[in-house]
């Protein structure tokens, strides 16, 4: 007759061998050779994963290297997009949706004073020139004389004169002061203001000083700073700017120099 123990269903005893032999293997036993494969396997995974981790960072960045090798022999990637437009919005204090003011700094920047040296039509108005070498007594009379006509301003012909001698015979030239005269103020103003020596001849030199204290000089550029007050945006005169205006033309204003150093005193 069979045994039969207490529980009959029971599958029976597992063995396992080992270096001591054959030992009966528990439940215990099972559960702990299935955490150590488990975890084994998670390890492998987890390893797996990193490998395409590195491999995948090294890709991004031999493509990050080749884009900057390629901007470099690119010279139209060296700038911004929007660093290329010839204007700047002029805003001198934060708002909901601006943060921060323009700086003086980044007007020179964004309005390219560095290309408007060169620029014979922009030197003037972005630099005062300084001379070297030849000096202007070198020259000839006729051509000193030439030049103090290209003066705009009648206290540089009065300084200019008291460097010696010969220049303040030459500063002293009627017609130099008249044509002074015809460029800054108009024929009604000088009729207002006429002046006539014992000799019968008009003193243009001292006229020009009287004019000068009854009316503004005249400006004039070749290309000038303009300021959209819709906009405020700051472009130079003969490049164009985003306007949502109506008429952009009658929110445009030039600036003088001094108006453009104005504009950034907060």
């Given at each position: 007759?069979p045994?039969?123990?207490?529980d009959?269903?029971?599958p029976?005893q597992?063995w396992?061998?080992?270096?001591?032999?054959?030992?009966?293997?528990?439940a215990?036993?099972k559960?702990?050779n299935?955490s150590?494969?488990?975890?084994c396997?998670?390890?492998?995974?987890?390893e797996?994963c990193?490998?395409k981790?590195?491999?995948?960072?090294?890709?991004s960045?031999?493509m990050?290297a080749?884009?900057?090798?390629k901007d470099?022999?690119?010279?139209?990637?060296?700038?911004?997009?929007?660093h290329?437009e010839k204007?700047?919005?002029?805003?001198?204090?934060?708002?909901?949706?601006?943060?921060?003011?323009?700086?003086?700094g980044?007007?020179?920047?964004?309005l390219?004073?560095?290309?408007?040296?060169?620029d014979?039509?922009?030197?003037?108005y972005?630099?005062?020139?300084?001379?070297?070498?030849?000096?202007?007594?070198?020259?000839?009379?006729?051509?000193?004389?030439?030049?103090?006509?290209r003066?705009s301003?009648?206290?540089d012909?009065v300084?200019?004169?008291?460097v010696?001698?010969?220049l303040?015979g030459?500063a002293?030239d009627?017609?130099?002061w008249k044509r002074l005269?015809?460029?800054?103020f108009?024929?009604?103003?000088?009729r207002k203001?006429l002046?006539?020596?014992?000799k019968?001849?008009l003193?243009w030199k001292?006229m020009?000083?009287?004019?000068?204290?009854?009316?503004?000089h005249?400006e004039?550029?070749?290309?000038?700073l303009h300021?959209?007050?819709?906009?405020?945006i700051l472009f130079?005169?003969d490049?164009n700017?985003?306007?949502t205006?109506?008429n952009?033309?009658?929110?445009?204003?030039?600036?003088?120099?001094?108006?453009f150093?104005?504009?950034f005193?907060?």
């Amino acid at each position: 007759m069979p045994f039969l123990g207490q529980d009959w269903r029971s599958p029976g005893q597992s063995w396992v061998k080992t270096e001591e032999g054959w030992k009966k293997t528990t439940a215990d036993d099972k559960n702990n050779n299935v955490s150590v494969e488990s975890y084994c396997k998670a390890e492998e995974e987890e390893e797996e994963c990193f490998n395409k981790e590195n491999l995948l960072l090294s890709l991004s960045y031999d493509m990050a290297a080749k884009k900057r090798k390629k901007d470099l022999m690119n010279n139209n990637t060296k700038v911004p997009y929007f660093h290329r437009e010839k204007w700047i919005y002029v805003h001198k204090g934060s708002t909901k949706e601006r943060h921060g003011y323009c700086t003086l700094g980044e007007a020179f920047n964004r309005l390219d004073f560095c290309s408007a040296i060169k620029d014979t039509r922009r030197f003037n108005y972005v630099v005062r020139p300084t001379s070297k070498g030849m000096t202007l007594t070198d020259l000839p009379a006729s051509l000193q004389l030439n030049i103090m006509q290209r003066l705009s301003d009648g206290r540089d012909l009065v300084s200019l004169g008291q460097v010696c001698p010969d220049l303040g015979g030459l500063a002293e030239d009627r017609l130099l002061w008249k044509r002074l005269c015809q460029y800054h103020f108009t024929d009604r103003q000088i009729r207002k203001r006429l002046m006539v020596s014992d000799k019968g001849h008009l003193e243009w030199k001292k006229m020009y000083f009287k004019l000068s204290r009854c009316y503004p000089h005249r400006e004039q550029y070749s290309d000038t700073l303009h300021f959209c007050t819709h906009c405020h945006i700051l472009f130079w005169k003969d490049t164009n700017h985003p306007c949502t205006a109506n008429n952009p033309e009658s929110c445009t204003m030039p600036l003088s120099p001094q108006d453009f150093i104005n504009l950034f005193n907060f």
